[in-house]
């Protein structure tokens, strides 16, 4: 069993909008002693930024040629995005031969919240909360990267607003399906409105109801570079703050057994 707090199972390389390669990456990771590191390059829809679907494929044959030395385990994944508060991602399963993890995202991309997003708190708080239930149930989809990254799309919604129950009720559905809550090291820039530090107190609430619901965790830096991989203090401290303890942590092997290895 390797458990998720003793990896870093979100990184980018230069395939997408990182700057090192994966090689680079993968040192890295044997620098920091990580026992996994996932390799998540974005993978958006054809034709915009990050869609080129060749470049995975490529990104998957460095991967492979890198496990022959690494130390680290090496685990080809892709960070898919939402283009609608529907639940509409920009991977289908033509798109994941070889691909052990697939997470998924909410950014600037997604239609109904980040643009075009419903008038009034109530009805932005329906729709936050709708697509992430929507994600949860989605058999592609193995981590919610970064979860409720909604802070620069100017909606009247602060964290505080979701309510225990809704959250505890996510928890349970993610541990239904299979599919883990990732405590991201950079979610703090998704929420200008907070200090980072007053944040992580009020993550560490969200995180520790969805736990309370059943939800195992996963950690990932969100690295753009050799040297921000395993860089994870922020999200463990929510984590301790959010008191997660040893068996509420992902088993990489459970998490990515259902999914689509090489």
């Keep these: 069993m390797i458990s998720a707090i003793d990896c870093d199972l979100h990184s980018h390389t230069s395939y997408s909008d990182g700057r090192t390669g994966v090689d680079e990456n993968a040192h890295a990771a044997e620098a920091e002693a990580l026992q996994a590191l996932a390799i998540t390059d974005h993978l958006h829809a054809e034709g915009s930024d990050w869609s080129d679907r060749g470049k995975l494929r490529q990104c998957l044959a460095d991967v492979l040629r890198a496990r022959e030395w690494c130390t680290t385990r090496l685990v080809m994944g892709v960070e898919a995005t939402t283009t609608s508060a529907g639940g509409a991602i920009t991977v289908t399963d033509a798109d994941l031969d070889g691909i052990e993890l697939v997470l998924v995202d909410v950014g600037f991309d997604t239609a109904g919240l980040a643009t075009g997003a419903p008038l009034g708190k109530r009805q932005q708080l329906d729709a936050v909360l709708g697509l992430y239930f929507s994600l949860a149930a989605n058999p592609l989809i193995n981590v919610l990267a970064h979860p409720f990254s909604v802070g620069r799309f100017g909606l009247e919604l602060a964290l505080e607003d979701l309510p225990a129950t809704a959250l505890r009720e996510l928890g349970h559905s993610l541990a239904e399906h299979g599919v883990a809550f990732e405590l991201n090291n950079g979610l703090w820039w998704w929420w200008p409105q907070y200090h980072p530090r007053r944040l992580a107190d009020t993550y560490a609430r969200i995180v520790a ?20 991989i395993g860089n994870l203090g922020w999200a463990t401290y929510v984590a301790s703050l959010a008191g997660i303890g040893p068996s509420q942590w992902a088993d990489l092997d ?7 290895k090489p």
């Design 209 to 228: 109801e969805v736990a309370l619901g059943g939800a195992r965790f996963t950690l990932g830096s969100d690295a753009h570079c050799n040297t921000s």
């Design 254 to 260: 459970a998490l990515v057994r259902d999914g689509h």
